[in-house]
């Protein structure tokens, strides 16, 4: 037990070594592809290109997320794309390309270098989503950084319930380290390539209700 405590305080401080240093390396190399990429949402539709949203860090307190702005201004700011009706009336032109490739998410590596978030975690759900946060705290799933990406999102992302979610974030929990880390980092370039599992509206029966 003495050897699994002091290797996860390892792990964590490693962890947190590498979100820094991956932080910084992308900032600096891809600030000027962001930059272009802020001016195309600006020219695109009326408002910030920048869009910034009450989240739960860990341990459940709340911090400011960061993303590019991929909705008009009317879209409903607190509530989790996937229960919109007829979330595309609210998503732009360039939105859907930007969602549809998660470089909508990039502006959160802030959010990594700050320690809000790390890489690889449970992603952070929204102040109000108190549900998904009560089930996520019956696999201790709270007690660690959101995640960039993790292992919900590559295992069903907007297609699963927050039961199942919540499991699959505490599995991570258990099951994390350096090795499960990278397993989860490839499985994201695969699930942005293919686009699976990306649920742009209310999941029901009504298929003109979800991203074709």
Known sequence: ???DRFYMKVYDIFKRILDIVISVVFLLIFWLPMLI???VIKCDSKGSA???QRRLGKDRKEFILYKF????TTAPADMPTHELQHADAYITKVGKFIRRTSIDELPQFL???KGDMSLIGPRPALYNQIDLADERD????NSVRPGLTGWAQING???VDIPVKAKMDGEYVKKRSLLFDLKIIFGSFGAIISGRNITEGMRNDNKNDKKQ
């Not at 019956?138 to 799933?141: D, P, R």
């Open 1 to 3: 037990m003495k050897e």
């Open 37 to 39: 990429v802020a001016i």
């Open 50 to 52: 920048f869009f910034t």
């Open 69 to 72: 702005r991929s909705m008009t």
């Open 111 to 113: 959010n990594i270098l």
């Open 138 to 141: 019956k696999y201790n799933a």
């Open 157 to 159: 992302r907007d297609d």
